[in-house]
């Protein structure tokens, strides 16, 4: 791109200038080539003897000077061109310039080295980055191991300034909960958003003592979402007192907010909140289309309807076999198919091709158990069930109302019992086996293969977790049903690196240390946190096939899959959890 440029402005120079006297032809010299910024400089392995270090690991040189100008804090947002190759191989695995278009991004929501090292630029300059991989993306992460980035500053975008009053004044606006708020600039009209509505605006936020967050102000667009997905009760209160191109400070205390100190979920900021927000616009969602199976009297159910012991009224479509019903803690395989009140499906079972299972105990429709037990194996009823009996209203994303649904009972059965709890489940015992991330483990019972999962390999296990007070937080085994694990990820990193030393049959006790779990704090209300400890079993390992590695190109035409850039989403994603 850069040869081609400059190719460009030398031919319309040629023509600009006036011609000139012949004289005798010199002979021609070759330019020397520009140097590919696509591929890896012969340094990428390592930082040479010379190179700016950091405490952190962190080592850079200049490429190029900049404008001596400001450099940007952590708040800020950026905009680079950059390229990132493997320190292992030279493997180039993302670049800005081969898409031709630089990235802006929030500094502080990106991977380590990033926001350390961008910090130490000035606009214009041009720097190689040796980021080891405590700071990127880890050993285990979507770009594994230490990295090197080229990366040019070409703007700074600085963070909205911190309110002068952290604190509501004493003539602020209080609701009910303990919000308050005060109006910056007025809106329009007299319509507010409601909670289903799906609202356009531009926010900027901030802890109680002024330590900057997040802001829309930086990025391209504003911020759009549905109100009541959001898990933030402060903002879904608060945007509904407002009006269409109103701006609007909120103080957010903590309980509105993401929790105090020690029970926000990982990586959200805890404590009281300070938001500025501008309400851009706001609408209804559509209603989706009415689903082609929709019972005609989706909307309500017919007179002569039968009612649970609660009042909740079925219909039976379906007479089954027997005389025994399923019981609380059984487990029970349905096919199912549900609409809202309009016809609108939401949900059935049918796409997974085969029946839904589950613990009577744990239905995610709260209506579900009282209804079938009181039905027999192959029994089909249709149920009309009151929006009080559905969804649980706090999970984001539920339908809403009262909702209709035809519900078949496959079959049922008493599930395995839950296994002890071991006695050891507080520490690692002397005789375990550790390795230098800080796993343990101890073989409770000798495998039967030889052949260990590798990297692209499915694995068939059971498995239970506890907590080291021995508090059982969950197990494949009272499911009775095998839990696959891909070791490509998706499971926390500790489950990835003990399945690796595991072979078919074997069953092992490992302790997980809370950095290869979900960390010191529960990443959902009522979660496992800390030292965690599982006894796996392995029953089947099934042989993956690596992926195929795309015919190389020159690197002016190779298609790159984007990290863009290395973004860590704040809060940080979690590895995914081993089952819910």
């Known amino acids: ?55 952190s690991g962190l080592a850079s040189i200049i490429l190029k000077a900049g404008n001596g100008g400001e450099k940007p804090s952590e708040a800020d947002t950026v905009k680079v061109h950059y390229t990132g190759w493997k320190a292992s191989d030279g493997e180039m695995f993302d670049s800005s310039l081969n898409r031709g278009q630089p990235v802006e991004f929030p500094l502080n929501q990106v991977i380590k080295g990033w926001t350390e090292g961008v910090q130490l630029m000035e606009v214009g300059e041009k720097r190689r980055f040796w980021i080891p991989a405590e700071l990127a993306y880890g050993d285990e992460g979507r770009v594994p191991g230490d990295l090197t980035f080229d990366v040019e500053l070409l703007e700074i975008k600085k963070a909205p300034e911190v309110p002068e009053n952290l604190t509501a004044p004493a003539d602020a606006l209080v609701t009910e909960s303990g919000l308050k708020s005060q109006i ?37 667009r504003p911020a759009q979402f549905k109100l009541d997905e959001l898990s933030v009760k402060g903002w879904i209160e608060g945007i509904q007192l407002m009006k269409k191109g109103e701006k609007r400070r909120f103080w957010i205390p903590a309980e509105l907010g993401f929790g105090q100190e020690g029970k926000s979920p990982a990586g959200a900021p805890s404590g009281d909140l300070v938001f500025d927000f501008e309400l851009i616009d706001f609408r209804p969602v559509p209603k989706p289309p009415r689903a082609a199976d929709a019972p005609e009297n989706v909307a309500q159910a017919p007179e002569n309807a039968k009612k649970s012991a609660s009042g909740i009224p079925y219909v039976v479509l379906q007479t089954g076999e027997g005389e025994n019903s399923p019981q609380d803690g059984d487990l029970v395989e349905v096919n199912f198919s549900g609409w ?26 709260l209506g579900w158990p009282e209804l079938l037990k009181g039905m027999k194996k192959g029994d089909k009823i249709r149920a009309w069930i009151p929006e009080d009996q559905t969804f649980d209203q706090k999970l984001p994303g539920a339908p809403k109302g ?27 015992p002397d005789d375990a086996i550790k390795t230098a991330s800080g796993l343990a483990y101890r073989v409770l019972k000798k495998g039967t293969g030889t052949k260990k999962p590798g990297p692209h390999d499915q694995v068939k296990v059971h498995y239970a977790g506890w907590t080291t007070d021995g508090k059982m937080f969950d197990n494949s085994i009272e499911r009775d049903e095998l839990f696959t694990v891909n070791m490509r990820g998706g499971v926390i990193k500790g489950w990835l690196e003990a399945l690796k030393v595991m072979v078919e049959g074997e069953k092992t006790r490992f302790w997980i240390p809370a950095d290869l779990a979900y960390g010191d704090t529960p990443t959902r209300p009522g979660g496992p946190s800390g030292l965690l ?29 984007a990290v863009t850039p290395p973004i860590q989403v704040n809060p940080p994603k979690k590895e995914e959890e081993v089952a819910e």
């Open 340 to 365: 809202d009140v309009n016809g609108a499906a939401v949900g059935s079972n049918k796409q997974l091709g085969k029946p839904m299972s589950f613990n009577l105990a744990k239905s995610a429709v």
């Open 1 to 55: 791109m850069i040869a081609g440029l400059l190719g460009g402005t030398l031919s319309l120079s040629a023509v600009a200038q006036e011609p000139v006297a012949p004289s005798k032809p010199e002979k021609k010299v070759a330019e020397p080539a520009l140097p590919d910024p696509l591929k890896a400089p012969d340094n990428v392995a390592a930082a040479p003897e010379g190179a700016e270090k950091t405490p």
């Open 184 to 220: 910056l600039k007025e809106g329009e009209g007299d319509a507010k958003p409601s909670a289903e509505d799906v609202i356009t605006v531009h926010f900027s936020g901030w802890k109680a003592d002024g330590e900057f967050l997040t802001s829309t102000r930086n990025q391209p």
């Open 533 to 561: 400890v599982f006894d796996i079993e392995v029953f089947e390992i099934i042989a993956g096939v690596a992926p195929k590695k795309a015919p190389e190109k020159k690197a002016s035409k190779k298609k790159i899959e």
């Open 402 to 428: 009262a909702l209709t649904f035809d519900l078949e009972l496959v079959s049922f059965k008493t599930p395995p019992a839950a296994p002890e709890t071991p006695e050891d489940v507080a520490a690692a």
